[in-house]
């Protein structure tokens, strides 16, 4: 049966020396779908005084999906990918068993950034595997009725994005002036992030800076922009499996993140080496301490 909507302020943080408006996770909801990670990113103003670089540091168990919608950055990884990246494109990279990349300013000019930086936890089934690199510079495009849809991961209707899920999950980017009835699946949860304008979701209004939740149950959704507006909106089923974040580690145990944790603070090879002139980034010590 289709719930309410259940918004929640984002919360501030600083990546790098960048603020960003944090979605998820959410305190009493770690994921939807398996989208454990949502930080909405500007728009702020770079210049050489105020980079939004972010140097080499490891991932595990986990997508990392980036997505612009002005600036622009490349990324580099422990597998030797060097990439650029623009609006309109999709990085996806897999961490699985261990990877290391950093995402840098291109330019010395002054220059505005705004995008999303989600990640999608593995299912046990993948998450210990190979780290991989995929970009995709054509995304599908669904053409609705007063919105533009760009299909990220996953499938929209009767679309599908040609990057890798592991699990059934759908992410879109949304660009409405108007009135618009979107396809859901009834299996999936979803969330929508507003990254610009405003958005009446089922007669709530949404704005950036604000996650709004919608249960399973739902076939269709009803969106209103007065000014036109962008949202990401991200589903999939209920991940079934109890996740552990830390820092850039998604595991199942205080055990996997202590063996994350020292690894790449004695640098063993797990993560590799990033191609980068930036100095790696210190992993925080986990909060309960030496096991
Ligand atoms: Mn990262």
Redo the contacts with the bound molecule.
Sequence with gaps: MAGDIEVTESRQAIVGTTPVRRALPLRGRRTVGAWCFADHIGPVDVSRHNDVG?AP?P?MGLH?VTWLLEGELVHRDSLGSEQVIRPGQLNLMTAGHGIA?SEESTRDDDWTMHGIQLWVAQPDSTRHGPSAFEHHADLPIVELDRARGTVLVGEFGATRSTARSDTPLVGVDLDLDGAVDIPLEQRFEYGIVVLDGAIDVAGTTVKPGQFAYLGTGRDELGLVATDRSRLVLLGGTPFGERVLMFW?FVARSRDEVDAAYASWRVDDGRFGTVASSLPRIPSPAPPWGPS
């Design positions: 972010i540091h991932h990392t990349h850039n």
